[in-house]
């Protein structure tokens, strides 16, 4: 499951195209069904993903989180022009318990809120997990946030 999320704001309304680098093209999205087995049909207006390709899509009510989906099959629309149908895999479930963790760094002492989806049964591992996705040096114990790995990796340079 963490696989498939991705710590990243796509736009409300949008879909991202991944490139290999991991950067990407905003199309607008037309339609999203989710299927059986983590199978997932997205339409999209603009750009052209595609197969072996990620999308990001928004998590419905977050703010920086995206599920992660993979290309499988493209096919063109007619209608409208521009348009696109594709079969992506993702994950095998119906709702995201999307959660909200206030963490302070231990070194600058900064508050920052985080969100993270909570995908088993272990609430704080999977908090711990998210910030370290995030770029945050985490534990259930400590906590440093990116800035103050930043400075420390340069100090030790």
């Known amino acids: ?11 409300a309304g949008k879909i ?3 490139n290999s680098q991991g950067h990407g093209v905003l199309a607008d999205t037309l ?3 989710a299927g059986p087995n983590g199978g997932y049909e997205v ?10 390709q990620h999308l990001l899509l928004p998590v419905k009510g977050s703010m920086n989180t995206s599920l992660k989906l993979q290309v499988l099959a493209v096919e063109t629309l007619i209608n409208p022009s521009g348009a696109w149908k594709a ?8 709702e ?18 985080l969100e993270f989806v909570e995908y088993s049964q272990h609430q704080q591992e999977d908090a711990v997990a998210a910030l370290q996705m995030q770029g ?6 400590k906590q440093i946030c990116p800035s103050c790995i930043k400075k420390k990796t340069a100090l030790d340079d």
Do not use: N
């Open 136 to 141: 945050w040096l985490a534990s259930s114990q």
């Open 31 to 33: 339609a999203v069904k």
């Open 43 to 52: 339409q999209g207006k603009g750009g052209l993903p595609e197969v072996c």
């Open 16 to 18: 991202q195209l991944l």
């Open 1 to 11: 499951m963490i696989a498939y999320i991705c710590y990243e704001k796509t736009p």
């Open 87 to 94: 079969s992506c895999q993702g994950p095998d479930v119906k």
């Open 96 to 113: 995201f318990s999307l959660r909200r963790l206030d963490v302070s760094c231990d070194e600058c002492h900064v508050a920052s809120q």
